[in-house]
């Protein structure tokens, strides 16, 4: 099938795209989310892509919930981006099936082009400026944290926000904690004191 739904097995499929930079902790956040899934009783098959172990090198991580043969995620049936840096969400993007949704750490919006492109295709693309709410809150490298927060204020990431905050409070970090807070209240429909701490991160 090309998108999300109910498949044979009565199972509900999802595959999710991570992308980013060495360093931005894209594999972190892959494993805390497959774990999260597979809590939940979810089959999970994650494969992680180019250049794992090289600092300023490209990430890619394919996860697959619901049950899959094929490790990899074919471009044109991803039903969700999660794009840790402005460059690799643009490489990426392609990935992404009509009707899906792209969540990007990015202080300025997409050109208008491919915008235009995406909304062709009825793809819901959001960015956030993940890091520098990260580093409001003491360190650049829970951006990661930060927009998976942000999109689980959406119904487009399949894991319940609550699974992923108990997931979060296992590795006993503290900080992991807020920076999910703080890209949930970023997100449409927040609390005023979220969207004034969106807008101090962005410079506004």
């Given at each position: ?60 991580a ?54 235009q492109?995406?909304q ?8 956030l ?53 703080a ?22």
């Amino acid at each position: 099938m090309s998108e999300a739904g109910s498949q044979p097995d009565g199972l509900v499929h999802h595959r999710l795209l991570l992308a980013g930079i060495g360093g931005q902790g894209v594999i972190f956040a892959t494993r805390l989310l497959a774990r999260t899934a597979a809590a939940m009783g979810l089959p999970v098959l994650a494969s992680e892509t180019h250049g794992m172990t090289q600092r300023g090198g490209s990430v890619l991580a394919h996860l697959k919930l619901g049950g899959s043969k094929a490790p990899l995620i074919r471009w044109g049936t991803a039903d969700l981006l999660l794009a840790f840096d402005r460059d690799e969400a643009l490489r990426n993007l392609p990935f992404l099936r009509s009707g899906g949704s792209a969540f990007i750490n990015a202080a300025e919006e997409l050109p208008s082009e491919v915008v235009q492109a995406l909304q062709s295709r009825a793809i819901q693309a959001h960015c956030l400026p993940a890091t520098q709410l990260a580093v409001a809150l003491g360190s650049a490298a829970v951006a990661n944290v930060v927009l998976i927060g942000y999109a689980a204020a959406h119904s487009s990431l399949p894991i319940p926000l609550e699974r992923i905050r108990e997931a979060l409070a296992q590795l006993g970090q503290e900080l992991n904690l807020r920076a999910l807070q703080a890209g949930v209240e970023a997100a449409p429909g927040a609390t005023a004191e979220g969207r004034r701490a969106m807008a101090r991160a962005a410079g506004t």
